[in-house]
Every structure is written in structure tokens, then in C-alpha cells.
T-cell receptor
Framework: AQRVTQPEKLLSVFKGAPVELKCNYS??????LFWYVQYSRQRLQLLLR??SRESIKGFTADLNKGETSFHLKKPFAQEEDSAMYYC????????????FGKGTRLHILP | KAGVTQTPRYLIKTRGQQVTLSCSPISGHRSVSWYQQTPGQGLQFLFE???????NKGNFPGRFSGRQFSNSRSEMNVSTLELGDSALYLC??????????????FGPGTRLTVL
């Protein structure tokens, strides 16, 4: 069964400090991983996906199949990064459901 | 393009009642998924509909059901409401058929309160 684990419910980081939001997954096949973000009073939206290997708003995430992890990182936190972050997984076959973790609230301290 | 819309935005019901929530996907999107969002459990997948057929299903009891119409609009129904059904219900749509279109576009949600 597919499972996504985000071990931290809340992460507080000072502005300018590095950020790492942890995500571990369980899936026997080949996964597709995503990070979604929900800013205050806004809709949940896609931040990035591992297949694109891109950096969005300074965030990057690398899929580590050996450790079954997809941690989200940013070298220097900004106040506007405060939000709820969800890691999500889908089987790498067409049209599979997308399963989300429980989310981590990132709070950037001034 | 207009985003995903959900109606109503807020609902208050009592235990034992039933409720129907509605979702209109982005034009051209044929897949609609429903999620239950709570502070303790995060986002839990309910089901996904594509071309009027349920394509994927989560682990919710049979009291939770849904359907999709020919214009891709979807409804979700919860019967015999329980206090624990109080949550934000999110609808998401996506293009389907090719992997690069796996991105989900979410609606604002319907806040259901069961008293």
C-alpha cells in the first residue's frame, strides 16, 4: 500500500536559516512524488514534482529511492515561506490516485 | 480559465442527516478527486471519478459516495452523518491520460460541521 509520512507537524525556522521538510514514503513500485503548499487563505497548489527536477521559489527536492525519501529544502528561509506543506505520492503509472501526507506547518520566525 | 469551484462553501448539519457537496472542475478536466482534510489526519483520499466512472477509491466507509456527470461536474454524498465527519472537503481536478498532467488543481473546499 502507498503511504506518505511527514514526521514533523510543525517546523519553526528563523528567517535566513536553511529549511528542510522531511518526507518519507512507502511504495513497492516506482513512485512519482510531489510537494503541495497551502498559504494562508489560499488554495492548495502544486509546488514542485520530482520528475521536473526544478527549483520553485528557491525550493528543491530530490527523490532518494534508497532511503525512500523526498525531502524539501531551501537554503535561506523567507517569511513568505510560512505555509502548510504536503508531500504527495502517486504510482508512476497513468492515472493512479494521489496520496498525501498529513502535512507540516512551516513557521518562519523574523 | 476559471478554477475549480465548490458549493456550498459552508454547511451545518446534525447527526444522522445526509449531505451532498458539489464540485465543478476546470474546463477540459475530466478527472475529479475528493479529499477530506482534518487537522489530525491531513488530506485523506476519498475517491476519484473519470468519465462518469469511479476510477480510484480510498478507505472510507460506504456512507461516502460520489458520482460524476457527463459535463464532468461531480457530487459527493455522505449519509447518516457522524460527528467525526466534520471536516473540510476538497475537490481537485486534473487533466488525465498523460503523466505530465498529474497536477491536481484544488477548489476552496466545503466546510462541513456536524452537530
Amino acid at each position: 500500500a502507498q503511504r506518505v509520512t511527514q514526521p514533523e507537524k510543525l517546523l519553526s525556522v528563523f528567517k535566513g536559516a536553511p529549511v528542510e521538510l522531511k518526507c518519507n514514503y512507502s511504495y513497492s513500485g516506482s513512485p512519482e512524488l510531489f510537494w503541495y503548499v497551502q498559504y494562508s487563505r489560499q488554495r492548495l497548489q502544486l509546488l514542485l514534482r520530482h520528475i521536473s527536477r526544478e527549483s520553485i521559489k528557491g525550493f528543491t527536492a530530490d527523490l532518494n529511492k534508497g532511503e525512500t525519501s523526498f525531502h524539501l529544502k531551501k537554503p535561506f528561509a523567507q517569511e513568505e515561506d510560512s505555509a502548510m506543506y504536503y508531500c504527495a505520492l502517486s504510482a508512476a503509472r497513468r492515472d493512479d490516485k494521489i496520496i498525501f501526507g498529513k502535512g507540516t506547518r512551516l513557521h518562519i520566525l523574523p | 480559465k476559471a478554477g475549480v469551484t465548490q458549493t456550498p462553501r459552508y454547511l451545518i448539519k446534525t447527526r444522522g442527516q445526509q449531505v451532498t457537496l458539489s464540485c465543478s472542475p476546470i474546463s477540459g478536466h475530466r478527472s475529479v478527486s475528493w479529499y477530506q482534510q482534518t487537522p489530525g489526519q491531513g488530506l485523506q483520499f476519498l475517491f476519484e471519478y473519470f468519465s462518469e466512472t469511479q476510477r480510484n477509491k480510498g478507505n472510507f466507509p460506504g456512507r461516502f459516495s460520489g458520482r460524476q456527470f457527463s459535463n464532468s461536474r461531480s457530487e459527493m454524498n455522505v449519509s447518516t452523518l457522524e460527528l467525526g465527519d466534520s471536516a473540510l472537503y476538497l475537490c481537485a481536478s486534473r487533466l488525465s491520460g498523460t503523466k505530465p498532467h498529474n497536477e491536481q488543481f484544488f477548489g476552496p473546499g466545503t466546510r462541513l460541521t456536524v452537530l
